[in-house]
């Protein structure tokens, strides 16, 4: 079964079953309300008789007031009511009507008896089979009434029983009933109509959340579907617009790691076959001796750097996958910075000076680092490269401060800088912010920076940096103490 024919069929049963349960309740109200309405019409005749019963002291056939000819008369007279009574003497004796079968019983039973002495009036709904009581209404259903009847000094003087047909207030009732049967199935029929509509509502409102996922699972992640907060469907489509948000942007990401990836690909490719080339052209010539023999040593130096060269690409790529997937183990330890410092630029003498720059080491202070030393050394390491890349007859300047907390080296550079959109994506991996330098002599992979940041983020630090285009770029690196390594370890 389709969902709106469920949800038709539930709102219905819903109002229906309102419906029935109204209507019956309406149905026992008319039903009280007629038969109270009844007992309170025949109390006040009951009430009208007495005070005339006991002005006249009332005798059948001797009293001029309440003769048994007046009371066939008024009889009569509530005959188009369909009003019958019987009257009663102190002693439970049926003086009024004459009883047609003397052998029959006609005095009231003990209990209705002993009610009326205490002044209480007798009620019933029903008398169809009457073996007891007044010999009137021919056997038919009657709702009666019997009224105890007290003078002045409130002594017990009898009691009238009037009754009238229950047929009369059953024709009433069930007129009450066709009405409310026909507003039944009025109120059906527009319960039917309204539980169509709301079903249809909501059904539509699914709908397009389900032609909206069929639109993203097609690849369209440019649906939003509109949402109101007004109840869970609209919380759905909240969490479904957050949903294709973050597909979107994963797609985006998606692309973009490709792209890059397909970028490094042909970078790699490119940059391996330059070496593996040289290798296998200088392989020849050793082959067939068409080195000279003074230039085989410089053959042999030449084919070492193209392997180093080679080496480095691979490695770089097997530490960014070990570093990004937790599987290094960091040997963690106290020791002298500014010393590691000092050794690093040591190493990076060279390259500087053949791209005309002046590595500077603010002071030579002792600042110490708690970190693994050779993470360190690869973290600043790579930093200082790349400032020395992008950086042509400038200054690098490279500090070391011990903070409360840890140790903060700063690495800065006036060279080409970069833009706000090139600063916002130097964290991820085969990222380069100039692309015109891919065939550099240092960073070849655009991994080196993405392999800093992970090193960071292990050593629970952090890095940041500022850069303004043609003015230069500063890393400002932090390497928490063991304390506060510790703690912050323990939060996360």
Do not use: C
């Not at 009610?115 to 009620?123: A, F, H, S």
């Not at 290798?279 to 067939?288: C, D, F, K, T, V």
């Not at 330890?333 to 791209?355: D, P, V």
């Amino acid at each position: 079964m389709k969902l709106i024919y469920q949800q038709m069929l539930g709102f219905f049963v819903v109002i229906l079953t309102t419906l029935l349960i109204i209507s019956a309740v309406i149905v026992n109200y008319n039903n009280r309300q007629t038969y109270e309405a009844t007992w309170r019409q025949l109390e006040g005749y009951a009430d009208k008789f007495g005070q005339m019963f006991t002005q006249s002291n009332f005798r059948p056939d001797s009293n001029q007031l309440m003769t048994s000819e007046f009371l066939d008369q008024v009889k009569y007279v509530l005959s188009d009511d369909q009003v019958v009574y019987a009257i009663y003497n102190e002693k439970n004796q049926q003086i009024y009507p004459t009883a047609a079968e003397p052998t029959r019983n006609s005095s009231l039973s003990k209990s209705v008896w002993k009610q009326l002495k205490k002044g209480k009036i007798v009620r019933a709904q029903t008398n169809r089979m009457q073996t007891q009581g007044p010999t009137i209404g021919n056997g038919v259903e009657l709702t009666y009434v019997v009224y105890p009847w007290f003078d002045q000094d409130h002594n017990f003087v009898g009691a009238m029983f009037i009754a009238s047909r229950v047929n009369r207030i059953k024709s009433t009732l069930r007129e009450m009933q066709r009405n409310l049967l026909l507003a039944l199935g009025i109120s059906t029929l527009v319960a039917l109509a309204i539980s169509f509509l709301i079903a249809r509502f909501l059904v539509r409102r699914i709908n397009r959340l389900r032609q909206a996922t069929r639109a993203v699972a097609d690849g369209n992640f440019d649906v939003e579907l509109v949402s109101n907060g007004r109840d869970e469907i609209d919380d759905l489509a909240s969490d479904f617009n957050v949903m294709v948000q973050s597909l979107n942007e994963s797609n985006r990401e998606i692309a973009r790691q490709e792209q890059r990836r397909r970028e490094f690909m042909a970078n790699a490719a490119h940059e391996m076959r330059t070496p593996l080339t040289t290798i296998n052209g200088l392989l020849e010539g050793l082959e067939y001796d068409a080195i000279p023999e003074e230039a085989k040593g410089k053959s042999i130096e030449l084919m070492q750097k193209e392997t180093q060269r080679l080496i480095r690409l691979v490695n770089e790529n097997l530490d960014y996958e070990k570093i990004r997937s937790n599987q290094i183990v960091l040997s963690k330890r106290k020791f002298n910075g500014t010393e590691a410092i000092q050794n690093i630029m040591e190493q990076l003498t060279q390259k500087a000076e053949a791209a005309g720059d002046q590595l500077i080491l603010k002071d030579d202070h002792v600042v110490e680092v708690y970190a693994d030393y050779d993470r360190f050394v690869q973290v600043i390491f790579n930093v200082t490269q790349n400032a020395i890349q992008f950086t042509e007859n400038g200054q690098i300047n490279l500090a070391i401060d011990a903070l409360n907390n840890g140790a903060q080296i700063t690495i800065s550079d006036n060279g080409i800088g970069m833009s706000d959109d090139q600063l916002k994506n130097i964290w991820e991996r085969y990222y380069k912010a100039d692309p015109s330098r891919k065939n550099t002599k240092y960073g070849e992979s655009g991994l080196g920076l993405a392999i800093v940041h992970s090193l960071i983020e292990q050593h629970h630090g952090k890095i940041e940096v500022s850069s303004k285009l043609n003015q230069g770029t500063t890393f400002t690196i932090f390497f928490p103490n063991e304390k506060t390594a510790n703690l912050t370890a323990k939060t996360k």
